[in-house]
């Protein structure tokens, strides 16, 4: 079965700073990727995804990923934060069914809870 | 921009009730989902529905849940008999077509058993 670990709960960083929030993920077979946010009181947002075409994808806002499959990584980062950033990100696998099919649930990490200091 | 849309979006209920979530999903979309998010835990899969069938349940989506497109617009998660442990976010997603692997998400209807 697909996982995926956050690490770090709760980042905060400094207005203007880099941003980097860490996804690593377990699956045995090729997965997809996908970064989403939350903001308070509100449903989850797709940021960005990764779907085996180019290894770093640009998202919206800003945000880019890079997949590393030596490294089962596909850390999130921003080169320079927006208090309008403050929010819970969360990376997200998906994979097929382990019977075939087109199903491709979510499997979704703790979240990471980012927060922007002035 | 299309968008998912979920109703109520807070719903108290007394356990042992019968409570029904609506969801509306994005009009061209083919494949819906549930997810739910107990407060302070990660977000969970529970079912997948596809050409009017269940494609895959979770082992929390046991015979006190059910789904249903009731007609061409709606998708509704209906909890039987409501536990105290039913309080959550409930999410619903959808995704367009077969090699479309990004799925959209409604705002939620938090749940409330007491």
């Known amino acids: 079965a697909q996982s995926v670990t956050q690490l770090g709960s709760h980042v905060s960083v400094s207005e203007g700073a880099l941003v980097l929030l860490r996804c690593n993920y377990s699956?045995?077979?090729?997965?997809?990727l996908f970064w989403y946010v939350q903001y308070p009181n509100q449903g989850l947002q797709l940021l960005l995804k990764y779907t085996s075409a180019a290894t770093l994808v640009k998202g919206i806002n800003g945000f880019e990923a890079e997949f590393k499959k030596s490294e089962t990584s596909f850390h999130l980062t921003k080169p320079s934060a927006h208090m309008s950033d403050a929010a819970e990100y969360f990376c997200?696998?998906?994979?097929?069914?382990?019977?075939?099919?087109?199903?491709?649930?979510?499997?979704f990490g703790k979240g990471t809870l980012l927060t922007v200091n002035p | 921009e299309p968008e998912v849309t979920q109703t109520p979006s807070h719903q108290v209920t007394q356990m042992g009730q019968e409570v029904i979530l609506r969801c509306v999903p994005i009009s061209n979309h083919l494949y819906f989902y549930w997810y739910r998010q107990i407060l302070g835990q990660k977000v969970e899969f529970l079912v997948s529905?596809?050409?009017?069938?269940?494609?895959?349940k979770s082992e929390i989506f046991d015979d006190q849940f059910s789904v249903e497109r009731p007609d061409g617009s709606n998708f509704t998660l209906k909890i039987r008999s409501t536990k105290l442990e039913d309080s959550a976010m409930y999410f619903c997603?959808?995704?367009?077509?077969?090699?479309?692997?990004?799925?959209?998400f409604g705002p939620g209807t938090r749940l409330t058993v007491t």
């Open positions: 699956s045995s077979v090729p997965p997809y």
């Open positions: 997603a959808s995704r367009r077509q077969l090699y479309s692997y990004e799925q959209y």
């Open positions: 997200a696998v998906s994979v097929p069914h382990l019977s075939g099919g087109s199903n491709y649930k979510l499997t």
């Open positions: 529905f596809y050409n009017n069938e269940i494609s895959e």
